[in-house]
C-alpha cells in the first residue's frame, strides 16, 4: 500500500539551531503534501501545505519564516524549523494524498529543543 | 469544512463491538465523512469514509444516518491494539484542497480486558 515516510523520527538539538524533518512518498507521486504539528494530549494542527513547484501555503497564525517548506520534487517535501526554541518542542507529521479519497500519513517527527 | 462533534473519551471491552459516534449537522451535499485513528506517538491511519451510504471494510463499517447529520463508526470485535484517539473528520474530496483534513479533538477510545 502507499507509504509516506519521515525521517528523522525523533531529534533534539539545542536552542537556537535549524533542524530539517523530510517527508517522502515512497511509492507514488504527491504534488501536495501538507505539515501538521500536534503538541502532548492535542490534536493535530495543520500547519502549511507544501506545494510542488510553487510556495507554500501557510494557515493563519503560522510563520512562514519560522518553518520553512520545500517541495523539491514530486516524491519529497521537508520541514525546516529555523532558530529552534523549547516551545517548537513538539511531533510533526507530514500527510500526502494517494487519490482524492485518502490521505496517508507519516509516522511523525519528534522535536526536542533543549 | 464542516465541524463535527464526538465524545472525548469512550471505554469498551474487548472483544466487544465498538460504537463511535460523531456529529456533522451542518455537513454540505458534498462533504465526505472520513474516519481516522491514532495510536499514540504515530501518525495517523485511515479507517474509513463514506458520501450517503454505509461502507464496510476490513477494518470497521460506517453507519451515516439518512440526514447525514451523524454518522457512527463500529469497530465490530475491539481488541486491545484498536485503543486510539480516533478522529471523525468532514470534508470535500479532492478539488482545491486536494486532500486537507482538519483534525478536531477526537475520541479516546480505551479498549479494556
Known amino acids: 500500500g502507499a507509504v509516506v515516510s519521515q525521517h528523522p523520527s525523533w531529534v533534539i538539538c539545542k536552542s537556537g539551531t535549524s533542524v530539517k524533518i523530510e517527508c517522502r512518498s515512497l511509492?507514488?507521486?504527491?504534488?501536495?503534501m501538507f505539515w501538521y504539528r500536534q503538541f502532548p494530549k492535542q490534536s493535530l494542527m495543520l500547519m502549511a501545505t507544501s506545494n510542488e513547484g510553487s510556495k507554500a501555503t501557510y494557515e493563519q497564525g503560522v510563520e512562514k519564516d519560522k518553518f520553512l517548506i520545500n517541495h523539491a520534487s514530486l516524491t519529497l517535501s521537508t520541514l525546516t524549523v529555523t532558530s529552534a526554541h523549547p516551545e517548537d518542542s513538539s511531533f510533526y507529521i507530514c500527510?500526502?494524498?494517494?487519490?482524492?479519497?485518502?490521505?496517508?500519513f507519516g509516522e511523525g517527527s519528534r522535536l526536542t529543543v533543549l | 469544512d464542516a465541524k463535527t462533534t464526538q465524545p472525548p473519551s469512550m471505554d469498551c471491552a474487548e472483544g466487544r463491538a465498538a460504537n463511535l459516534p460523531c456529529n456533522h449537522s451542518t455537513i454540505s451535499g458534498n462533504e465526505y465523512v472520513y474516519w481516522y485513528r491514532q495510536i499514540h506517538s504515530q501518525g495517523p491511519q485511515y479507517i474509513i469514509h463514506g458520501l450517503k451510504n454505509n461502507e464496510t471494510n476490513e477494518m470497521a463499517s460506517l453507519i451515516i444516518t439518512e440526514d447525514r447529520k451523524s454518522s457512527t463508526l463500529i469497530l465490530p470485535h475491539a481488541t486491545l491494539r484498536d485503543t486510539a484517539v480516533y478522529y471523525c473528520?468532514?470534508?470535500?474530496?479532492?478539488?482545491?484542497?486536494?486532500?486537507?483534513?482538519?483534525f478536531g479533538q477526537g475520541t479516546e477510545l480505551s479498549v479494556k480486558p
Open positions: 511509492d507514488f507521486q504527491a504534488t501536495t
Open positions: 473528520i468532514v470534508r470535500v474530496a479532492g478539488g482545491n484542497q486536494g486532500g486537507k483534513l482538519i
Open positions: 500527510s500526502a494524498p494517494l487519490v482524492a479519497g485518502e490521505l496517508f
